[in-house]
């Protein structure tokens, strides 16, 4: 009998199917795996060190580019921690809390068109990647109405909003929900009962319920697996109580049910957009809480209160009492979670970011150990990674 | 609820538990960091904590004792949360792993080794995770300077 060689080869961090910049080292007998080593921190950039260093609204943008495919989550997120350190939770106005669902879905939908587009293209099918970024781009522009930049939108605070919609913005929103399920039928059209999209994903990088949950898995991933659990209707925030929509939850566990839960789960982000447009009616963005919240720019440019408040606002923040939280939300690929420390003064003493992404990745290995080489493109696709918050 | 849970463990483990404290709703329980893998063990296994969702350290630089880890855990069922810390010296800073307990450990102990030098007694493989493998110090310690090391400090504005 021959010897068993085992070849080690180096994946990434410059693959163009890593996503970024993941190093994968592959220990491969033949073409089977037999063990894969992730290597990250190509992009490590220390957010949390840095939002140490910052006043609680101006660590506010360092969250955008965390998950740079879904920058509001990461605001909402950031931005619902501090509000419950500060106690103020249950002043935010409706229209604020309903303005903050209809992004995160939006957002949500974005997330999942970047994930299905790269994700078909990695196991060869390119006509999807087109599609799924025209309606991506649809978002975008709404994004730059709203907030003036097309990624890094920085466009929730602390209390509320940074401004109200721009007009018009509504019915683009709801123009895009019109036709956002027929387009999730025609990428279902292109891929769910494709041959080689069916070989090339069922029963690949599976992962069944109790190790789903033992390794850390969220979000879609871990519904996949038959896990019934979204942050969303179990532990609500920002007026999620208010909707109706369906957790969808498959058995499976394998990249295809994956694939099916995300696709269901922008179906479902469309109704609550609908319900939340429904919701919409005029009034204030901001919480009545003049010691945490900067006052409106007109406000500012037009009175020499106005001025004062927001300079003192800027230039000595404000001062959450000495706590610490932990607020976890449901982003598009899990739960992200914000751990403050305050100690009183008026930085955050400690932020510490779970990033789904870099609990998900930690899967990896178990998922691909025994597979094909091939497939480890799917794995890596189908966990929906984005090194940007993996490294920080 | 968290509240029920806290005094099961209480009664438990009695010389253990520290303080417990409550705010914003949140319960924090402070444990002893010798019996830390036994009350995860039996938070996981008897109270049905089956999800590690972050485990961290903070500094408390110029406190005694210097360091804390934080461990939030998540019940899927019951949908609650409970905080576990621990306190740990500087002089000593080594806490024993609970990558047994829950597998999702292993990585967040490395980025607490590895961003704050706090050691995990018994984990599988205790490497750098975000820091290249020969990089001098433990940049998230309050110690550590902004800049980095070697390197002229910022004179502008921070916050």
Redo the contacts between chains.
């Keep these: 009998m021959a010897k068993k060689d085992i070849m080690t080869i180096n994946m990434g961090p410059q693959h163009p199917s890593t996503h970024g910049v993941l190093q994968l080292v592959l220990e491969l007998d033949g073409e089977t795996v037999v063990d894969a080593v992730p290597h ?2 190509f992009l ?1 950039r ?1 957010v ?3 939002a140490e ?3 609680y609204h ?1 660590a506010l943008p360092l969250t955008d580019r965390l998950d740079y495919l879904a920058p509001m989550s990461n605001n909402l997120g950031y931005v619902l921690a501090v509000e ?2 500060l ?1 103020i939770t249950d002043l935010i106005p409706e229209r604020a809390k309903v303005v903050r669902v209809m992004m995160a879905e939006l957002t949500r939908i974005k997330s999942h068109l970047v994930w299905l587009a790269t994700h078909a293209l990695d196991i060869g099918a390119m006509t999807v990647f087109l599609y799924c970024f025209r309606e991506r781009e649809a978002i975008m522009d709404m994004y730059e109405k709203l907030s003036g930049a097309r990624m890094t939108s920085n466009y929730f605070r602390v209390g509320g909003l940074s401004q109200d919609l721009p007009e018009g913005f509504e019915a683009d929103v709801r123009t895009f929900i019109d036709a956002m399920p027929g387009h999730i039928e025609t990428y279902e059209g292109l891929l769910t009962g494709n041959k080689i999209w069916q070989k090339r994903t069922i029963g690949v990088a599976t992962i069944d319920a109790a190790a789903a ?4 898995l969220s979000g879609p991933a871990l519904r996949a697996s038959g ?1 019934d ?1 979204d942050l969303r209707r ?2 609500p925030y920002s007026g999620y109580e208010d909707y109706e929509f369906k957790v969808v939850t498959r058995s499976g566990g394998d990249t295809f049910d994956r694939y099916k839960v995300r696709l269901d789960e922008m179906r479902e982000s469309c109704k609550i957009i609908r319900q939340a447009l429904d919701k919409l009616k005029p009034g204030p963005i901001l919480a009545d809480a003049p010691g945490v919240c900067l006052p409106a720019k007109k406000d500012v440019v037009s009175s020499i209160e106005g001025l004062i408040h927001h300079f003192k606002l800027i230039t000595d ?1 404000f001062k959450p009492e000495a ?4 607020q ?1 939300i449901e982003a598009p690929k899990g ?1 992200l ?1 914000y ?1 403050l ?1 305050s100690d009183g003064s ?2 955050p ?2 932020m ?1 970011i ?1 990033p789904p992404s ?2 998900n990745l ?1 899967a990896l290995p178990q998922m691909v150990r025994g597979a094909l080489l091939a497939d480890v493109i799917a794995a890596i696709g189908t966990l929906d990674i984005v090194l940007g918050e993996i ?2 | 609820m968290s509240q029920a849970v806290v005094a099961k463990l209480k009664e438990a483990f009695p010389a253990v538990v520290g303080s417990v404290r409550e ?2 709703g ?1 319960w ?1 329980v402070v444990v002893d960091r010798a019996q830390v893998v036994a009350v995860c063990r039996y938070l996981k296994e008897q109270a049905g904590y ?5 485990l ?1 350290g ?2 408390y630089l110029g406190r005694q004792p210097r360091f804390e880890v ?1 461990y ?1 855990l ?1 019940n ?1 069922a019951t ?1 609650e ?1 409970l ?1 576990l810390k621990v306190q740990v010296p500087e002089a000593d800073a080594c806490v024993e792993t609970v990558s047994g307990v ?3 450990a ?3 102990e490395r980025e607490c080794w590895d ?1 704050l030098g706090i050691r995990f007694a018994n984990h599988p493989d205790l490497r ?5 493998d020969n990089w001098q110090g433990h ?2 310690r309050k110690d ?1 300077p ?1 800049q980095g090391p070697g390197r002229e400090p910022y004179q502008g504005r ?2």
């Excluded at chain 1, 949950?213 to 850390?216: M, P, S, T």
């Excluded at chain 2, 089956?50 to 972050?54: E, V």
């Excluded at chain 2, 750098?128 to 290249?132: D, G, Q, V, W």
């Design positions: 990250i921190g490590h220390g949390e060190k840095l260093n910052r006043s101006r419950k350190l106690g949950i033992d390794v850390g896990v659990w179990d532990n923040g706590g610490e939280v932990y976890g739960e979670g751990y420390v008026a930085q003493y400690r510490k779970r870099f609990v930690q490294d920080r | 705010h914003r949140e924090t089956n999800f590690l969702c972050d961290c903070v500094d934080v939030n998540y899927i949908k949360r905080r829950w597998s999702t292993n990585w967040h961003l750098r995770i975000l820091m290249p940049p998230l550590y902004l921070l916050s």
